[in-house]
């Protein structure tokens, strides 16, 4: 899937995934790069490219990645331009054919206090990855630092041997099921959702948006885990149950349907590895005006722990079997 979109959109930077570290205290940054380099043979993720083969691409893992680490000496510049510098460096785009799709950059602010700004493209990682990454980049960081062996723990499987078996298990009777049901839920489904918004829509996403981050009340908080609780569902249906009522009375729409991704690694062997696992789910409710919200609730229960039972087809293959009608302006 993101292969096809950066064909379709060379140069884009919509699929990186920057992460800022701020270090304190006393860094060797020759450590930090050899702690990088370690991370990259650790996880064969982190050195796969994918050149193009005619009108398909293929994975090549290189057998071990040279990591940069340029070393930016901030010293003494205002935050405005500290923040700005960062951020071009995450914004730079990626070459899915030649890599490598990990980039590091060290900023210094004072001689104690570093910024570090770790870059990867979504084909090889998720935000689940990004937390696996900055704890196993420490932990070899300190241990080249105390000249101890590495303190972690040889890995299962790569990457590779989850696709692999993927691609296997996910096929025949399997995948059919899952499809299926799919289908039912998603028969009939408005292509869009409709919202009223304050100047046209562009024909084709400029991936400008922006995000408004928000901490609710401490006691508003549990009082929603308490009704949730009560009710047998978890904060997130809640929430979400909220959310498509919001959408519904905003829309004037009463099928809602809403992308949600989850975490995709249904076995204990892949929560360490570094890749691509995420998946998105389509959430669809049908809002009755004039049923309450708790029969919102016990709806939105229902359809989220289906999905959750049925979250093993990728989101690509669901559009290619569903066909929903397609536009540039909108995410399938």
């Known amino acids: 899937r993101l292969w096809f979109i950066d064909q379709l959109e060379p140069g884009s930077a919509a699929y990186n995934i920057p992460t800022a570290v701020v270090l304190e205290g006393e860094l060797q940054p020759h450590l930090l790069q050899q702690a990088l380099e370690a991370l990259t043979l650790r996880h064969e993720s982190l050195r796969t490219t994918f050149p193009a083969h005619g009108e398909e691409s293929f994975q090549r893992i290189l057998p071990r990645l040279e990591v940069p680490l340029p070393l930016v000496d901030l010293s003494g510049l205002e935050n405005a331009e500290t923040r700005r510098l960062v951020s071009e460096e995450a914004q730079r785009p990626f070459n899915l054919a030649e890599g490598p799709l990990l980039r590091a950059r060290l900023f210094r602010l004072a001689p104690q206090r570093h910024v570090l700004v770790l870059t990867l493209h979504h084909i090889v990682s998720d935000g689940w990855s990004m937390g696996v990454l900055i704890r196993e980049l420490g932990a070899l960081y300190l241990s080249l630092a105390q000249g101890t062996p590495s303190p972690l723990s040889p890995l ?12 296997g298990w996910l096929q025949g009777p ?5 499809l299926d ?4 839920q998603l028969v009939g489904a408005p292509p869009v959702l409709e919202l009223p918004t304050d100047r046209p829509r562009p024909a084709v996403q400029t991936y400008r948006g922006a995000s408004l981050p928000f901490t609710l009340p401490q006691q508003l908080a549990s009082r929603l885990n308490a009704l949730a609780q009560s009710h047998g569902a978890t904060p997130f249906m809640l929430l979400l149950a909220a959310w498509q009522l919001l959408l519904s009375r905003y829309s004037g729409q009463e099928d809602v349907s809403v992308g ?24 669809r409710s049908r809002i009755d005006p004039g049923s309450s919200f708790l029969h919102l609730l016990a709806q939105v229960k229902h359809s989220t722990l289906g999905a959750y039972e049925h979250q093993d087809v990728p989101f690509e293959k669901l559009v290619e079997e569903l066909r929903p009608q397609r536009s540039l302006s909108h995410t399938p």
């Open 156 to 167: 299962p499987v790569q990457y590779a041997d989850f696709a692999a078996w993927q691609r």
């Open 260 to 283: 949600s991704p989850i975490a995709g690694r249904t076995r204990s062997e892949l929560e360490g590895l570094i890749g691509f696992f995420v998946n998105t789910l389509v959430l």
């Open 174 to 178: 399997v995948l059919q099921a899952q």
């Open 181 to 184: 049901f799919w289908r039912d």
